[in-house]
Nanobody, 112 residues
Framework: QVQLVESGGGLVQPGGSLKLSCVGS????????MGWYRQAPGKQRELVAR???????EYAESVKGRFAISRLTTENTAYLEMNRLKPEDTAVYYC??????WGQGTQVTVSS
């Protein structure tokens, strides 16, 4: 069983930055495609970014150029660096492994 624990969410002003972390358990972690998803109130969960191995990345159009996904396989950790945040980025952000395992989510609120 893979367990994922997110951290790093919080309240930030528009234009600010946050960095989310996701720590996973298990020796197979380094083989998984890791993803960050988000769900805003009243909306469906959507893919934000995904990383396969350490070099192949994919982003939602709405975050391209502002967010960056990365991972450190030696520490079973994936990151989502979020810059130039907008109020519409407000959501609960979830870490995902292998499109099968989910973290508990971390709230990101962008507001002045």
């Amino acid at each position: 069983q893979v367990q994922l624990v997110e951290s790093g969410g919080g309240l930030v002003q528009p234009g600010g930055s946050l960095k989310l972390s996701c720590v996973g358990s298990g020796t197979a972690f380094r083989f998984y495609t890791m993803g960050w998803y988000r769900q805003a109130p009243g909306k469906q969960r959507e893919l934000v970014a995904r990383i396969k191995s350490t070099v192949f990345t994919e982003y939602a159009e709405s975050v391209k150029g502002r967010f960056a996904i990365s991972r450190l396989t030696t520490e079973n950790t994936a990151y989502l660096e979020m810059n130039r945040l907008k109020p519409e980025d407000t959501a609960v952000y979830y870490c995902n492994a292998d499109e099968n395992y989910w973290g508990q989510g971390t709230q990101v609120t962008v507001s002045s």
